[in-house]
Every structure is written in structure tokens, then in C-alpha cells.
């Protein structure tokens, strides 16, 4: 009976696999749903339909970029499985469809080449925008097209399916994907370059380039415009680019590059076929790379080429200003603006800006023009020297009396002027270059008027509170009482914020004892740090106490939650950190106060050519930032992660005690702070694997950037950049790159630590530290976050109160190994 029923019952689910199958089957010849799975000659990819990638991580298809409303329509491939469109590619870049509908991407009947049809701006019925553009010695009609997982878009012989004919891969756009090349073909003498977008929603080419030395080096280069170049790689040194190791290897991926009689160029691939990173040259003419993290659902970057932002060549156009700092990179001076406004707001500031209104210079050099001063502004490079004008004023007049004159500065090095557009004008942190801008009469009065008009509303005033005495009288009380109130609450605040002891300055007291802003101690991407001096009251006498002012940029927090956020942090005091007096927040100004630490930061000390940190030193060093870590996770209120380790936010005390700087950023700057953190140049050396494949940090991502730290306290050099050194020192094959710690693991294995010293410490060392050193060094390096020590446990190991094993060699970092 039994049997029967089981029988029956596998008939039917025959006969229902048999019945989906049909349906598919229908489904897919009469109502080609979107993700078909290629393209041949009789099943072209039509209006919005999409190709879907087999394991469904791309997508091919129509687009329209975001945010663009006039109906441009580009063939695009894009990530399938992350929200918004990030598109790696784009086919008929400068020649866009302006419709779907009749839109067809297609094998030609005639010549086997991949081609986009549809209607364009100029031609509404349909016409061909784009083509693979092969000869027509092809194999035939037969071809077909798929997109692959990794993104390529490929056109294969229909008959013979691994000869690829033309492939996305050698014809990028402005993105480099990990498996692609970017080079030379020397068969064909073709070049796969990247070229950014012209704006934030139009993929036609625009004015930054990647590309490889036409002149056979094998250095790249970003080119401006297809003429200057801006930023280099430096030559191929076998196992990196000589100026940019952190960028050619670190650890998400690894690059490599080929000379070979048939190609030379470079590609890379990802330790992890998981992650999803691509590279991109955005915008603003830098290189970016990315990698998308999804517990944040983001890009997060991780290196950027070059750092600065305004290193990039014109990027601002002609009489733009460059701002490091700001998230709108590019304005215009006053009397000055947009030569295209819509351009300007789409990210694209390459055509720079105009006089508000024109120059008034006759041939015959009749000329009512003056000049506007711009003050504290990096000057552009291609000036004239003008040796014959011995002041300020002759140099004005040399450069008023000459119609193509636009700018002049006076300083003690003589009279430059400059003619022509004015490029590369940058936003200066030292203050006191100063730059005469040419504007008309007109243009000059009317800036006047603009400040007069907020002058006159002024005047007003005062007129009609001499008007009324009476009022006077009551205003002069009232502002006595305000004043006298406002000392008060001074006192009060520096007595007691929230609890903590902190002081609040105003914005002129910050500007006074750090004589505006004149000398930069150093700083981030978030913040520039100044020195200062302030006055303090101490009981009867006051004293002048330094002190370094951390300046925040880009910080979008209103005044009450800075204020939150300052006042827990001013009630974390160890004598391992640096100790936080005030702050100051005054409009959107956000500053903090900290004692001055004049040895400056471990990173001067360590790595100096001439110093030479002691073995004892060191090891202070060593349980010194352990005990403050240790404070900072399990001492405080609630636990503070550091998330930025690093031999520069190791500041020294006069007794050489360190002290950890820049604690508590995290929650101050916020979602900017990650961004920051990964573009300043070798971080990424310090980071955990779990921050850049974006799990949630903990306080196990500061013990492995504080093993990383041990490290180079151990070999005083860096981790990243030291690898000459470290082959030198390694009796195996020379020719093999190691990445220190790695290296230093397996010697903890064999138990031979000597070799890891510091070679200037000329054995001088206390072995049993190194020891302990080295080996707390590989635990808190560890893949497994489970697997690292916790902050206490590394002191008591330090200390010697705990007894620790050999570590194993971590897996991430030995595939950094060749
Ligand atoms: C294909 O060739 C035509 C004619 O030579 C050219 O105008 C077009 O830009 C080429 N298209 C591509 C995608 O290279
Ligand atoms: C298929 O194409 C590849 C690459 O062009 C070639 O090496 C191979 O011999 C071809 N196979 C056949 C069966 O033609
Ligand atoms: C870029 O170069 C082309 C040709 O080399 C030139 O005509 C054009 O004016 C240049 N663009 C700018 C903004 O200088
Ligand atoms: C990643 O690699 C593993 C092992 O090499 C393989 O089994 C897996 O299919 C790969 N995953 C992807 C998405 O390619």
C-alpha cells in the first residue's frame, strides 16, 4: 500500500516540475522578463530590460544617471545587490540615447559587433550610438554577449565560447575593477586608461585621466586635461609602486603589474572574493578606493590618490579657490563667480570663475581698475617677477599699467605678478601670503556697497537709541548687567560642566593666545592643531600656560551635543593620556584645549634619522599607552574605543612618559571621522581587518593597532615602509617581500626574538622584555578578535605578572607574503 502511495506521489511532482518548466520555458520566449541571461543576434536586450550576471552580483542595462531629469539614457553596468546605482561602466559615454523605448542593444546581423540603436536628441528614429567597433573580419552573426560576475561585459564567438572578442574589461570608464587591467597593449598600442565623468550626472569624459607612461616606464600618472600631470605612482619596484606601497598592497588586496612583449600594466585582486572594492577617479581628479561594507551599508575609503585635495591640478578652474578642508572643495573670491553655475553645483568647478563684472583697460592703458586683497592664500606657481618695483605700491602700479596683469603680490622676496587665468589659488594654513586680485571700478564698489548697506543698518541703530535717552539709559544698564552675568557664568562653566572641570574659552581668546592661528603644530583630515598660550589665573598670580588647540573642521554637530560629548571627555584624566582643559564653541566653530606636550609625538623619536629611543624607554612606552588603553576601555564611565592608534597620536611627555592624544574623536566627529581616519596616508597599516571589511569595532580593533604599534617600537622602523631592512636582516631569499609583523611572528615561533631588535640598539636590549614584547605583539595582531588579549591582560604580560604562550601566525596578514 505504502509503496503505491510513494510512487504516486513522485508521478506528481514529476508531472508539477514538468508543468514549471513549461511555464518558464513560455515565460521566457513570449515576456522576456528583466535578468535574461545573454544577448545574440535574434534576442537583443530591449528598452529597460537588464542581463543579470549568473551569480546575480552585476547588472547591464539602460540608465539614467541619478538625479539628471532631462531624459539621457547611457548603457551602464552595476551593482546588482547594493541600494542606489554605483556604475562601473558606462558604453556610449558622450553620446547619450534620448529615449528607451526603441532602444536595442544587439549582436549585428551584419558584422557580429556588440551595438546600442535607439533615438537621440538629434535623430528620433533610432540610430547607432555605440558599437564594439571590430573589424569586420569577425567570426560571424552567431556572437553572443553576457555580463560576468565580475563585472565584465563580454562579446564571445558564438560557436566557441572561451574566444572573447571584445570585452568591457579593456575599454574602462572611469572605474578600475579588481580582476581588469589598465595598461598598454603593445599589439595594438591601445591604452586602458580611466577618465572621470564631466560631471555628477554626465559620464562624457571629463578633464582627469589614469594612465600608464606612454613613454614605457612603468609608472602611472594623473594627467589634467591629457597634458599636465599632477600625481605619480613612481616606478614598479617588483613588489610595489615606490610611492605609494600602502596603496599597492595592504590588506584587502594585493596589485601587480606585467611587463610582458604583448602587454604591460597593472591589475589586482582581493584576498577576500567576497568583499566588493572597486577603484574610481572621481570628480575631483583624485583616485579613490573603496570597499563597501555592509553592516554600514556604505562606501568606506580606504586610500585616495593624491591625499590632498587641492594637489590636484586646476581642479577649482581659473580664479577658483581650492579648500582642503571643506566639503565643497572649490568658491569663488568675492567679486567673483561661477563661470557656470550649473556646472558648479554638479561637482564639476573645472571652469572656474568670473568678474562679477569686467575689467575696464583700454589698449592704450587707460584704466580705472583696482585691486582686492585676498588674504592668507597659497599662490599659484606661474608668476613673473617684477625686480624693478621696490614697494607695494610701485608693484600695484607695475601690474595696474599693463591690461593682461590680474593679480600681483608684495612681500620681502620682491614684486610677482601674474597675467593671464589664475590657476591653483589654494586657502593657505599660514597665514600672511597675500594676494591682490584685479577687479573693474564697478566691481569694487559694488563689494563696497555690499558692506556699506550692512554698515547703514548699523548706523540706524545708533541713531535711534540716541533718539531715545531713556532707552539708552535702560540699554547701558542692561548691557553692565549682561557683562557682569556673563563673567559670571564663566566662572561658573570653568568650574563645572557637567560635572567635569573644563573651561570655556570664547573664540577671541582662543585667537589671541594662539596668535591667530599662526603656528600649526600639525593635523588630520578633521582637524588642524595649533599652539597657543593662555593665561591663567592661579589664586593671586596669573600664569601662562601651552597649550595645543585642536581646531575641528567639518563638524556637524549643533553646540548642545558638543557640548555633551566635551564634558564626558574632560572627566577622563590617567597619566597616560593627554589631559583636556576646555574648549571653546562659538557659532560653528568647535575647538578643543589640551596641555602642550613640547617632545612632540613617538613618531619623531622613533623614527628620526639621529634618534634612538633607549631599550628602557621604549618599554615605558610600551606599558605606558597599554595602562592608558586599558583606562580608556575599562576605567571610564562607559567604555571609549580609540580607533586610531598610531605611533603620531603617541605624544611624550618631559619625563618621556607617553601620552595617548585624540581619544574620544570618534563620537565628536562622527560618520566623518572613519573617512578621515582612512585616507590620512598609512593608517590603513594600523587598522584591524574586521574596521575595513566594516564589522561593528571593538575595543579588540585598538589592541591590534597597539600590536602594531609594539612592533615598531620593537624594529623602529615602520611597519609598512621598512621592507629593504627587514630583507637585509632576514637570512631567508632576499627577493621575497615580508611584511614585518609576519616576519617577526614566525621568529617568535622559532623562538629566536633577537633578530627583531632594533638594529641601533646595538643588542642592547633586555631580552626577556623583547620577549614578552614580541609576543604580546603577535596576540594582539591576531585575524580572530576572540583571539587577542584584552587591554589588562596585555599590561600584566608586559609586566611579566602573567605568562603567555606562543601566538600562531595571523592568517589575513601572511597573505601579504609573496
Ligand atoms: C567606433 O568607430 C567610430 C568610427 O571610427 C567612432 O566614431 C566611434 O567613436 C567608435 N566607437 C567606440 C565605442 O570606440
Ligand atoms: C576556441 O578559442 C580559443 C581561444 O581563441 C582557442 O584557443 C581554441 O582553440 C578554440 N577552440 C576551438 C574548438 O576552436
Ligand atoms: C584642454 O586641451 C585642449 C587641447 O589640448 C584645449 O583646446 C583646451 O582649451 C584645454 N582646456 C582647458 C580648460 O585649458
Ligand atoms: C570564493 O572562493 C571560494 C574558494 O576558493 C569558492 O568556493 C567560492 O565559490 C568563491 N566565492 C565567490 C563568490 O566567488
Redesign the pocket.
Known sequence: MSLIIAIKRKRSTITMSLITATFIALALCFAPAPGAAAIWARRPLRGNETLVSAQGRFELGLFSPAGSSDGRFYLGVWYKSIPGQTVVWV??RASPLSGVASAELRVSADDGNLELIGPTAASASPVVV????LSSSLPGSNNTAEIRDNGNLVLMDGSNSSNVLWQSFD?PTDTHMPGAWLGENKLTGEYQTLTSWRNAQDPAPGMFTDTLDPNGTSEFFSMWNQSRMYWRSGVWTGRFFARYPEGTRNLLLNQTYVDTPVYRGVTYVLYNNESIARMVLDLTGQAKRYVWVPARQTWQLFWVGPTMQCDVYALCGAFGVCNQRSQLPCRCPSGFTPASEAEWTLSNWSGGCRRSSPLTCSSSGLTTDGFLALHDVKLPGDSLVMGAAQSKAECESACQNNCSCQAYAFSVGGCTVWHGELKNLADSDISGSELYLRLSKRGLEDLQSVVRKKGGRKLWLVLGITLASVAALATSVILTWRIVSARMRRLVSIANVNGSSLAVYSYNDIRAATKNFSERLGGGGFASVYRGVLKQQMGENTAQVQVAVKKLESLCQGDKQFRTEVSTLGCIQHVNLVRLLGFCSSGNKRMLVYEYMARGSLDGYLFRVGACLSWRERYCIMVGVARGLTYLHDGCHECIIHCDIKPGNILLDDNMSPRIADFGMAKLVGRDFSCALTTMRGTVGYLAPEWISGHPVSSKTDVYSFGMVLFELISGQRNSEGYSEVEAAGSESSESWIFFPVWAAGKVLEGDVSALADPRLNGEVVLEELKRACTVACWCIQDQEGQRPTMAQVVQALEGTIHVQAPPVPRVLQQLVT
Open positions: 558604453g556610449n555605440w558599437s564594439s567597433n575599454h
